[in-house]
């Protein structure tokens, strides 16, 4: 009985050990990247990227002061641009629709966040390793082409709600939006207007901006994405630097 004690102790031991020396080898990057690990590693990028992508965009001058991603008014509207001197106001009615638009979309980011975290907990081990060994962009492109109808539908009534939602002076994204385009259209469809060919503008503007907000919001998750597989430093978890230290390793060899 006192021997299999003893063996009992000591099995446990050599146990111990290994799971020891496997925790030292793998914070050392000496052994082969499990399927959980390159799939919880990649979940964790795209949530975190996302994440950082959202707070960036929800704050206030998120899109309105990124000129990479600033939403400028519909192209069906830039027969308005070309020609605002001939609407009274016309300067102040397209900077208060520009600057309603960009909130609109800044005030819809604050909810963006849960949605992709839920899109990315149905990544499959074979997306996870595609992405891993894939294009800088990899991971963004994925989320996008599996996720961008679903996101589509649930951030579009977001967007809608922030157009109708009184912002700047008591007026909303959409009444500056109406107030813009009735004007211009009242212009187009009078005579003076159709002899100078002017076209009325009828765009849907919730649509329109949902596409353009989403686009920003990828554009940005999308650089989050490539400062985790380039910058060390943006690696804040043990699991993102294991994960994503075996391509900087594939890199030098």
Do not use: H
Not at 70 to 91: Q, R, Y
Not at 108 to 128: E, G, H, R
């Amino acid at each position: 009985m006192k021997s299999r004690t003893i063996i009992f102790i000591m099995l446990m031991v050599v146990l111990a050990g290994c799971a020891e020396l496997k925790t030292v080898l793998q914070s050392a990057g000496n052994l082969p990247l499990t399927e959980s690990e390159v799939i919880g590693g990649l979940k964790e990028a795209l949530t975190l990227g996302a994440k950082n992508a959202a707070t960036k965009l929800a704050a206030e001058n998120g899109y309105f002061g990124d000129a990479a991603i600033k939403i400028l008014l519909p192209d069906e509207a830039k027969t308005i641009v070309d020609n605002i001197s001939k609407i009274p106001g016309g300067d102040k009615l397209v900077q208060n629709a520009i600057l309603s638009i960009n909130r609109a979309a800044e005030d819809a980011a604050k909810d963006v966040a849960p949605i992709f975290v839920n899109s990315i907990t149905q990544m499959s081990i074979k997306d996870a390793f595609n992405i891993l060994n894939g294009a800088d962009n990899a991971a963004t492109q994925y989320l996008k082409s599996t996720t961008y109808t679903d996101l589509y539908n649930l951030y579009k009534p977001k967007i809608q709600a922030s157009t109708e939602k009184k912002l700047l002076g008591n007026i909303s994204t959409k009444d500056s939006w109406s107030a813009l385009t009735s004007k211009w259209n009242t212009l187009a469809n009078s005579l003076a207007g159709k002899i100078a060919k002017l076209k009325p503008v009828n765009t849907d503007l919730d649509d329109y901006l949902t596409n353009k907000a989403l686009a920003g919001m990828f554009s940005k998750v999308e650089g989050e994405e490539f400062k985790i597989r380039k910058d060390v430093n943006a690696r804040v978890t043990a699991s993102l630097q294991r994960v994503f230290g075996s391509l900087d390793k594939k890199t030098t060899n």
